[in-house]
């Protein structure tokens, strides 16, 4: 029997051997079916039957408070979007052929075949706006439409329109565009007075051709002066994301009303280069808007109130050379001759504490309360001179389109001294510069670097001490002399406690020094 077993075995040997693997291979694979699905049966991967299970989420009465949020946020931008329009803007320029058509060996082999004249070429910019009237006024901003022989509006329902310019204000970079059509959806205009620093805002526009696009942020803050001298509004500082292609477009307080029109941002690096936002952009304030906007429509223009007053912030140095017991107000730096102010008998050295009874921050405020009156309106100012409080009544005149400046680079249009900035050479400068209680005159605050006086040598931070030996003790002064100076002008410039004569040519070139 024995011997029989052993015989069965050896001659199935084979057989058993591979039932015996056939066993383990299906028990091994049952094993690691198991490990890597948890539970036998489960489906595979690929199987369509899969499913990822969803999760209830978050909740409780802080999540329902931030879903309240997003339904209001929804709310403002499903009211808004559709008064929101895209402009695209056509000009045409002249541009120069290549220098190479002026080669002698060029023209040698093909003569006057290829003319060294401009031809023209047209440039797209691409801006937005939004729509604040049924019957097609739209406000965006001066230089989205600036020099524009063709604009094209395009709505939020697609439909597209040919704008035509009614009006537009460089110094607030607000200008209205008009399309033909009725019964169009329209953006309410809020009051900009009532924003705070840290207030929600949303702004809206086309960023880099993305139609319709919406960003939110907080005001981060009020007043804010224009990157460009003569510009008059006080901008709304905002860290909403504002790009290229925003310009024009509205931003939006919790209430879905117009608050301001984004206009320009400091620039990081963006898509080809270009200047994206790195969370500062500014937008013109509504009141302001709204003010251009009925001048525009009315009147083709905007009329201004002006004081006739050249003004600076107050440091603490100036506030103590002054007697001031703090730095609120604006220092009169400069009086127009036969301006409003003059009249009145505003002196330079006089500082505007109040206006109207209302206190005055600085002089960026100032400047905007004043431009936001109408020519002809009595003010009263409250200043404080060598110490000593005083009331001044003012009737305003229209501020003038080409108000000059002295104030601003290439604010003389002509003669040798064009393109200079000065400003009264205060105590805290003439510290600053090391000169002495000798020294008189006006400091340089910017040169044009292509204006005569700059290609003659003159720097920023000279001081003019005369005009073809005229005495110049003042900015009006500066401005009278430097505009009555014909052909070559002998200036005497003080640089830093050193002296020396130096003549201008209006056509540039260098001019003679001498000690």
């Not at 001048?295 to 223009?301: P, R």
């Not at 309360?369 to 409250?382: D, F, K, R, S």
Request: aromatic share 4%; with cysteine.
């Amino acid at each position: 029997m024995q011997h029989s077993t052993k015989q069965f075995l050896r001659d199935n040997f084979l057989g058993l051997s591979m039932t015996l693997v056939g066993v383990l291979c299906l028990a091994l694979s049952t094993v690691l079916y198991m490990d890597h699905r948890g539970f036998p049966g489960q489906a595979m991967a690929g199987n369509p039957s899969f499913a990822i299970p969803s999760g209830a989420g978050l909740d409780g009465p802080d999540i329902n408070t931030l879903e309240s949020q997003n339904h209001a946020y929804e709310r403002i931008a499903e009211t808004v979007t559709p008064a929101i329009v895209s402009i695209q803007s056509t000009q045409v320029v002249k541009v120069q052929q290549s220098p190479m058509f002026n080669d002698p060996l060029f023209r040698q082999f093909f003569g006057n075949a290829f003319p060294n004249v401009p031809r023209e070429q047209k440039e797209h910019a691409l801006g937005s706006g939004v729509i604040v009237t049924p019957d097609g006024y739209i406000v965006t901003n001066n230089h989205v439409i600036k020099n524009a022989s063709d604009i094209e509006v395009k709505l939020a329902d697609t439909r597209t329109f040919k704008g035509k310019v009614v009006g537009s204000d460089p110094l607030t970079d607000v200008a209205v565009v008009k399309i033909d059509a009725h019964n169009l959806k329209t953006a309410s205009v809020g009051d900009s007075s009532t924003l705070h620093v840290g207030d929600i805002v949303m702004a809206f526009g086309d960023p880099f051709g993305f139609d319709f696009t919406v960003t939110r942020g907080a005001v981060s803050a009020l007043g804010r002066q224009a990157p460009e001298a003569n510009m008059v509004a006080n901008y709304i500082q905002t860290d909403a994301a504002i790009n290229p292609g925003n310009s024009g477009g509205p931003l939006v307080n919790v209430h879905g009303q117009v608050v301001g029109i984004n206009t320009w941002i400091v620039p990081g690096s963006g898509p080809g280069g270009e200047g994206a936002s790195i969370g500062i952009g500014f937008a013109v304030p509504s009141n302001t808007v709204r003010q251009v906007m009925e001048g525009l429509v009315k009147n083709g223009k905007v009329t201004r109130g002006w004081l006739g007053v050249g003004v600076n912030v107050l440091t603490p140095d100036l506030a103590r050379q002054f007697n001031i017991p703090d730095t609120s107000g604006a220092l009169v730096e400069q009086v127009t001759p036969d301006s409003p102010a003059d009249k009145a008998g505003v002196k330079q050295g006089d500082v505007i504490r109040k206006m109207d009874g209302q206190a005055i921050a600085d002089s960026t405020q100032l400047t905007g309360l004043v431009t936001n009156l109408a020519p002809g309106q009595v003010v009263t100012l409250e200043v404080v001179r060598d110490g000593k409080p005083m009331t001044i009544r003012i009737t305003l005149a229209e501020r003038p389109n080409d108000l000059s400046a002295s104030n601003s680079p290439g604010g003389l249009s002509q003669g040798a001294l064009r393109g200079i900035a000065v400003q009264a050479l205060t105590p805290s400068l003439r510290q600053e510069l090391g000169l002495s209680a000798r020294v008189t005159g006006v400091v340089i605050s910017q040169i044009d670097p292509n204006s005569p006086a700059a290609q003659a040598g003159v720097q920023e931070g000279d001081v003019i001490e005369s005009i073809n030996r005229q005495a110049v003790n003042s900015v009006p002064e500066f401005d009278r002399l430097a505009r009555s100076a014909k052909g070559q002008v002998l200036v005497y410039i003080n640089r830093q406690g050193s002296g020396g004569f130096l003549t201008i040519s209006p056509s540039g070139g260098d001019g003679d020094e001498g000690q």
